[in-house]
């Protein structure tokens, strides 16, 4: 499980600080606009500015986990953005799901190692 775990953290920092770091610096040009309610939705938050910070936390999880320091946070970093990468996908665009499954899977792979530093929040009473 070690080197699953060792895997999956390389792969899952390598593709968010690739991502993370072109909310930045845009070297991936734009594809064509999405259509619909997801063009729109893309639309505001690029307008606000709100992938900024999105971006930035990206790249800090992704840091987190190349460095292998303070794993359990870029965990707790990259958790709601994982999951506001499927509802996105599964609510409004269902097409191109996959990696963000795929990146999904590889967090639970890292979670499942580091689960003795969450056991806290899984009991009912502190």
Known sequence: MKIASLVARLLLGLLFLVFGLN??????PDGPPMPGLAGQFAGVLKAAHYMIPISAL???????????RFVPLGLVLLGPILVNILLFHALVMPTGFQP???ATALWFVIFYDKRAAFAGIFQAKA
């Open 100 to 102: 963000g499954v795929v």
């Open 23 to 28: 909310g930045f610096l845009h070297f991936f």
């Open 58 to 68: 990206e790249v800090v999880s992704a840091l987190l986990f190349l460095a292998n």
